[in-house]
């Protein structure tokens, strides 16, 4: 709202041109917004009424666009975790914090909050340790030689026609629509960014689930042992560096919830149906132990 100019009493039409263009690769029909010459820009006369003089609107453009306020807004450190975990002596949420500007951990929310008898006894956990845990027991169900088998022979059994391909295309663009409409939502402040990213994850997994089903190749051939150790070990690398966005739509997928206290954890899930072992429970549980760093010795290692 800051950055709309309409609120100045001035309305512009013909400030941007949309094109569509197809990926010769891909087959997907991007969409780009340009700016167009302010030559081509038409002011519409009163159509909308002046509720913020010029001066106020210039003075608010120069504070949202000062460097070290920008600088100041990014976010440091990623928890991807956040939401997901909780103490495992009192069952409160865990949140991420940072101690002496660099080593991340998860800590009981009631640590500290709340009268002194009612604390949590419990001590902070070292994230990359919590996080790394949770991606190896991720990667060893996605890397597991029979769920790769069954991936591979339910996308050798999937038809995508050209009638199919256009109807994906069709879904494809319309996620796409979605996507521009929730971020000029946020732009009109009209919803805030905790409910952005979580459409957007949304989105970014229906769009990612569209890509992968168009590049389904019908005459896929027989999966050798050599191609399945393959699918297996970039399987597990890529679960095991993921980070940030893709960490969190990994976690999203699985519907991660974790239960956490210096040294080990519970984690629950949800795994494919067809998952080896579980085909018939939609939803499995494991407890996992991990180690922590070595040569820590501070009272929050």
């Known amino acids: 709202m800051l950055q709309n100019e309409t609120y100045t009493g ?3 039409y013909r400030r941007t041109s949309v094109q569509k263009t197809r990926d010769p690769r891909t ?3 991007k969409r780009k917004v340009e700016l167009r010459d302010p030559a081509d820009w038409i002011q519409v006369q009163d159509a909308t009424p002046a509720i913020v003089d010029n001066m106020t609107f210039g003075t608010a ?3 949202l666009d000062d460097p070290e306020r920008r600088r100041r807004g990014k976010r440091k450190y990623h928890y991807g975790l956040s939401g997901r975990v909780q103490c495992l002596k009192c069952g409160k949420a865990m949140v991420g914090q940072t101690l002496k500007k660099s080593y991340r951990y998860y800590k009981c929310r009631r640590l500290f909050a709340g009268p002194r008898h009612d604390r949590c006894d419990t001590t902070y956990v070292r994230a990359d340790a919590l996080e790394q845990a949770v991606k190896e027991e991720m990667a060893l169900v996605l890397a597991n030689p029979e769920m790769i088998i069954a991936e591979h022979q339910r996308l050798r059994g999937e038809n995508v026609g050209e009638r199919d391909r256009v109807d994906l295309q069709s879904q494809a663009d319309n996620l796409d629509g979605q996507r521009q409409r929730l971020l000029k939502l946020y732009q009109l402040g009209e919803i805030d960014y905790q409910y952005l990213e979580v459409e957007s994850r949304s989105l970014r997994a229906q769009m990612a689930d569209i890509e992968s089903r168009m590049k389904v190749n019908v005459s896929m051939p027989d999966l050798s042992l050599g191609d399945l150790e393959q699918a297996c ?3 597990r690398q890529w679960v095991q560096a993921a980070e940030e966005d893709e960490f969190a739509l990994l976690a999203d997928a699985f519907q991660i919830r974790v239960l956490a206290e210096k040294g080990r954890g ?7 149906e067809y998952a080896p072992d579980c085909s018939h429970a939609d939803v499995c ?3 996992i132990n991990f180690m922590l760093p070595q040569g820590s010795s501070s009272l929050y290692s």
């Open 10 to 12: 001035i309305s512009m």
């Open 27 to 29: 087959g997907r029909t």
């Open 61 to 63: 453009q120069k504070i």
């Open 233 to 235: 070990a970039r399987v």
């Open 266 to 272: 519970e984690l629950t899930g949800v795994i494919p």
């Open 285 to 287: 549980s494991v407890v």
